[in-house]
Nanobody, 125 residues
Framework: QVQLVESGGGLVQTGGSLRLSCAAS????????MGWFRQAPGKEREFVAA????????SYADSVKGRFTLSRDNVKNTMYLQMPSLKPEDTAVYYC??????????????????WGQGTQVTVSS
């Protein structure tokens, strides 16, 4: 069983930056593809970014491509989402997720077996 804990959310102004972290425990972190999703009030949870087990490949939603950077440290069992140039439309609860062991990364929430509790990101205009 994998446990995930997000941190790093907060309130920033438009154009500001945050770095989200997702610390994993209880499993073999390097065997899980990982992803970030977000959910704004009244909206469906949506894909933000995903990364392979080794960190060699990443995928981003069009809305964040070229702005956000996803990485992972398999020694520290932690995944990071660097978010510069934040916009009000980035406001949401951000969730990290882990896929089942040795499966491919995905943009689909149904492909992820483990979820964190979420961290709030609020970008003021």
């Amino acid at each position: 069983q994998v446990q995930l804990v997000e941190s790093g959310g907060g309130l920033v102004q438009t154009g500001g930056s945050l770095r989200l972290s997702c610390a994993a425990s209880g499993g073999i972190f390097s065997s899980h593809a990982m992803g970030w999703f977000r959910q704004a009030p009244g909206k469906e949870r949506e894909f933000v970014a995903a990364i392979t087990q080794s960190g060699g490949r990443t995928s981003y939603a069009d809305s964040v491509k070229g702005r956000f950077t996803l990485s992972r440290d398999n020694v520290k069992n932690t995944m990071y989402l660097q978010m510069p140039s934040l916009k009000p439309e980035d406001t949401a609860v951000y969730y990290c997720a882990a896929a089942q062991r040795c499966t491919s990364y995905s943009t689909n929430t149904n492909e992820y077996a483990y979820w964190g509790q979420g961290t709030q990101v609020t970008v003021s205009s």
